[in-house]
T-cell receptor, first 112, second 116 residues
Framework: KNQVEQSPQSLIILEGKNCTLQCNYTVSPFSNLRWYKQDTGRGPVSLTI???SENTKSNGRYTATLDADTKQSSLHITASQLSDSASYIC???????????WGAGTKLIIKP | ETGVTQTPRHLVMGMTNKKSLKCEQH?????MYWYKQSAKKPLELMFV???????ENNSVPSRFSPECPNSSHLFLHLHTLQPEDSALYLC???????????????FGPGTRLTVT
């Protein structure tokens, strides 16, 4: 069964610190993986998309990695800011039926 | 702003009421979606319209009825809902649905629905 598991479920860190969020998937065949950021009271917004051949992709202070062999992705946030407080959602696209399999998200809280 | 608007933002309804959620996209996209988002659960895809044709209906109860009059507007008609239907309902749009190209989905802010 195609699944996407995210960890931790929630995370609290101090402003200025770094953090890493994890996404493990069992989706096969794999097409691509996206990370979304969802602020409270808003819909998800795409941060980055990674295909099979990409290992690392950056978007400002956000860096996503992908290991297609172990079926793991991570989202690293550098020098966190209060505005980074949000839920981060990983979604994987199946290459067989183009369905999107969504993770439950990690709720990140940045404290001053 | 993502270019996708939803109204109302909040809705409280009794189990015998009939209400409708509205979504409008200003991005020129051809695909529109309804998702249900419950706390600590993955987004659940409910319906997909591609070029105004319904292409996906993921075993959604008949008390939810979608309508897509044109490629810019999407409605979700609600009737005789249950308390477990309380959730955030998100609308999204993308260039197209399916195919070899993975098109980014743009989401509206959602409608927070409470069924009493």
């Amino acid at each position: 069964k195609n699944q996407v598991e995210q960890s931790p479920q929630s995370l609290i860190i101090l402003e200025g610190k770094n953090c890493t969020l994890q996404c493990n998937y069992t989706v096969s065949p794999f097409s691509n993986l996206r990370w979304y950021k969802q602020d409270t009271g808003r819909g998800p917004v795409s941060l980055t998309i990674m295909t099979f051949s990409e290992n690392t992709k950056s978007n400002g202070r956000y860096t996503a990695t992908l290991d297609a062999d172990t079926k793991q992705s991570s989202l690293h946030i550098t020098a966190s800011q209060l505005s980074d407080s949000a839920s981060y959602i990983c979604v994987v696209r199946s290459d067989s039926n183009y369905q999107l399999i969504w993770g439950a998200g990690t709720k990140l809280i940045i404290k001053p | 702003e993502t270019g996708v608007t939803q109204t109302p933002r909040h809705l409280v309804m009794g189990m015998t009421n009939k209400k409708s959620l509205k979504c409008e996209q200003h991005l020129g996209h051809n695909a529109m979606y309804w998702y249900k988002q419950s706390a600590k659960k993955p987004l659940e895809l409910m319906f997909v319209y591609n070029f105004k044709e319904q292409t996906e209906n993921n075993s959604v109860p008949s008390r939810f009825s979608p309508e897509c009059p044109n490629s810019s507007h999407l409605f979700l008609h609600l009737h005789t809902l249950q308390p477990e239907d309380s959730a955030l309902y998100l609308c999204a749009s993308s260039q197209e649905w399916g195919g070899t190209i993975s098109h980014e989905q743009y989401f509206g802010p959602g409608t927070r629905l409470t069924v009493t």
